[in-house]
């Protein structure tokens, strides 16, 4: 069992920063792609930002040059640097972590206000 708790969410007023935090923990063999996805209300949940075991990113269009995802492998953990956050940010992102199957997290509320 694996589980998968982020951290960091809050409200912030647009053009502010945020990070979000990602740690997984219980039974993991070896871990490969950690990611962010965001689910806004009425809308369909989608990706943000991955990053692979070799460390390659790949971000939602919306959000490359503002958003930075990082991760410590040893640490089982994943990052996501947010900075000059908008209004249309606002949604609740989710932690997804790859290993034999792949899990979320519970989600954390990012609302960014004009």
């Known amino acids: 069992q694996v589980q998968v708790v982020e951290s960091g969410g809050g409200l912030v007023q647009a053009g502010g920063s945020l990070r979000l935090s990602c740690a997984a923990s219980?039974?993991?063999?070896?871990?490969?792609?950690m990611g962010w996805y965001r689910q806004a209300p009425g809308k369909q949940r989608e990706a943000v930002a991955v990053?692979?075991?070799?460390?390659?990113?790949n971000y939602l269009d919306s959000v490359k040059g503002r958003f930075t995802i990082s991760r410590d492998t040893a640490k089982n953990t994943v990052y996501l640097h947010m900075n000059s956050l908008k209004p249309e940010d606002t949604a609740v992102y989710y932690c997804?972590?790859?290993?034999?199957?792949?899990?979320w997290g519970q989600g954390t509320q990012v609302t960014v206000s004009s």
């Open positions: 990053i692979n075991s070799g460390g390659i990113t």
């Open positions: 997804r972590v790859w290993t034999q199957y792949n899990y």
């Open positions: 219980g039974s993991i063999f070896s871990i490969g792609a």
